[in-house]
């Protein structure tokens, strides 16, 4: 057994271990407690799915603030001011939202708010007895006062020129927060909110010469009655159904049945650059009886079409001239007698320019005819003492076709991109339909689809088709129905197609088998029974005609 012997002095070897092995205590010590607040200031992994999760919810808070800022809401109250009164009289009409985008022009939004509050204005029972021409002269929008609420006594005019002309409503609502026309809770809201006060100013009107007093008996007829009432012994008035006793005058119609199957024999956007074009104008005229004519100007006039219109088609979306497409023809931007119109052409790979001149005439006749059979139905509703059908019409103030009196350009070789403003000498000419955020475009029947809508504008438009059929006389059905509807929840019909027993009026025409299906597959509504239609039998000789194969779907 070997033996280590010490080379220090015996006399200090055990205070020098006892110091020597304190250190090596002291110094583990120290490092033992950095290294556990080491471990426990360390980021603690996280799960691979939990840091996508974080990064889903970051993404979608950011997408709502966006989508909260990409939009205004607006709050707004009705007040109105009788003729000649500086005190406003009372509106049971509450308080209404919208919301408009940030990119919606100013102009436009406050136009359909003025139409929204026409249709709030419209709906409201005591109000009603203000003629229409009152009624336009009330809801002008460049007449109503937009005013923003600070509080309850206090409020902002906007001015039209300085606040609306060439504005957004993201620079409208910028300028109003900058120039302190909002409130506080309006300026400081998440997403953007304007409150607003529209004043009305009732006109005075010849057919009014007492405004006041006609509200008032309209308001006083609303109240309750403290006398005994038969109300208890039936479940509702009859002034509440459009299904109400028939007055003794009964509505007849005035069309005319056809003597023989022929057919008629005739962002900041730069400034749009129009070509102006040599034409003549064909209008539609339609008698007290049903019967069509095609009128031909001699007069040579002058049209503007936008120019490079055709560059913005395959985009889709309606800019500098290009307006939309259906599936046979494009609508591109016009000015005629310093008035917007749409133009409207058949698209050159479906049709051939005497094709185009065909279906353009047929459309516009089909167009007033639909309009002479929808004044029949306000006559039958007049008549019939149904007052609560909704305000329509179809899309044909100043239309007509306009045929070039000037040579077309040649058309470009195949391959070759077309650029012409005009593809062929014909074209039809129609109002611009009404846009914006508060518009919304409805389907409410197709070519071969009958119309079955559960809603009270869907069902008035039903019967609207059915009246077409049986004032008629089984003749004709308008289809393919589709209109636009208002802020003030009226409708703007447009591009009609028709079946006729004939079959000849329009490529979109299938003839009495059409007419036999819809009468089959039309549900009478309440429209209907208040109007009498449901009582009216279709002749035998539609009873039994069979469909031979299916009906073309048009969507033009």
Not at 69 to 89: E, H, M, N, R, V
Request: charged residues 25%; aromatic residues 8%.
């Amino acid at each position: 057994m070997s033996t280590i012997a010490s080379t220090e002095p015996s006399g200090s070897g055990g205070s020098t271990a006892v110091s020597v092995a304190q250190t090596i205590l002291h110094r583990q010590n120290v490092h033992s407690h950095e290294a556990s607040q080491h471990r426990l200031n360390q980021q603690q992994p996280q799960n691979p799915s939990s840091l996508n999760a974080s990064d889903v919810k970051r993404k979608v808070s950011a997408l709502k603030a966006n989508a909260r800022a990409a939009k205004i809401d607006i709050d707004f109250t009705i007040q109105q001011y009788l003729y000649g009164s500086s005190k406003p009289s009372k509106l049971a009409i509450p308080s209404s939202q919208v919301t408009f985008p940030t990119s919606e022009l100013a102009t436009s939004a406050f136009e359909q708010l003025a139409s929204k509050a026409r249709g709030l204005y419209n709906s409201t029972p005591p109000l009603l007895g203000l003629s229409d021409v009152a009624l336009d002269l009330m809801f002008d929008w460049h007449t109503i006062k937009f005013c923003t609420v600070l509080n309850n006594t206090t409020v902002n005019i906007i001015e039209e020129q300085k606040y609306l002309v060439s504005a957004t409503m993201e620079s409208l609502y910028g300028n109003l927060k900058q120039d302190r026309m909002l409130s506080e809770k309006d300026a400081n809201a998440k997403t953007p909110k304007i409150t607003l006060r529209l004043f009305l100013y009732v006109p005075e009107a010849e057919e009014d010469n007492d405004i006041q007093e006609v509200q008032q008996n309209r308001r006083m007829s609303t109240r309750k009655s403290t006398a005994p009432s038969s109300r208890q012994k039936r479940k509702r008035s009859p002034s509440a159904s459009p299904e109400r006793s028939r007055p003794a005058k009964r509505y007849q119609s005035s069309y005319r049945p056809r003597c023989s199957a022929a057919a008629p024999t005739t962002g900041a956007l730069a400034p749009l650059e129009f070509e102006c074009f040599k034409m003549k104008r064909v209008t539609c005229l339609v008698n007290d009886f049903g019967e069509s004519e095609m009128v031909y100007s001699e007069e040579e006039e002058e049209i503007m079409v936008a120019k490079g219109w055709q560059a913005h088609i395959k985009a889709g979306k309606p800019y500098q001239g290009y307006l939309g497409q259906g599936l046979t023809k494009f609508v591109f931007h016009g000015h005629y007698n310093n008035t917007d119109y749409a133009i409207l052409q058949c698209k050159r790979i479906r049709s051939r320019d005497a094709d185009n001149e065909e279906d353009l005439l047929a459309e516009l006749e089909i167009l007033h005819l639909s309009q002479y059979f929808l004044d029949l139905f306000y006559k039958r509703g007049k008549e019939e003492g149904v007052h609560n059908l909704p305000k329509m019409k179809w899309n044909i103030t100043g239309a007509f076709i306009g045929k070039l009196t000037q040579k077309l350009a040649d058309a470009p070789n195949n391959g070759e991109e077309d650029s012409r403003s005009l593809v062929f000498s014909c074209f039809m000419v129609l109002p611009l339909l009404p846009i914006g955020a508060l518009c919304s475009e409805i389907k409410f029947s197709g070519n071969a689809e009958v119309g079955v809508n559960n809603d009270s504008l869907g069902s008035a438009v039903d019967a609207y088709a059915h009246h077409v059929a049986i004032d008629s006389m089984y003749e004709m059905i308008i289809s393919d129905i589709q209109g636009i509807v208002t802020p003030d929840r009226s409708i703007v019909f447009f591009d009609p197609q028709s079946h006729t027993t004939n079959g000849d009026s329009g490529y979109w025409d299938h003839g009495k088998p059409a007419i036999t299906e819809f009468l089959e597959l039309h549900k009478c509504n309440k429209f209907c029974k208040a109007l009498g239609l449901d009582t009216e039998v279709p002749p035998l000789s539609l009873s039994n005609t069979i469909r031979k194969g299916p009906l073309r779907i048009g969507f033009d």
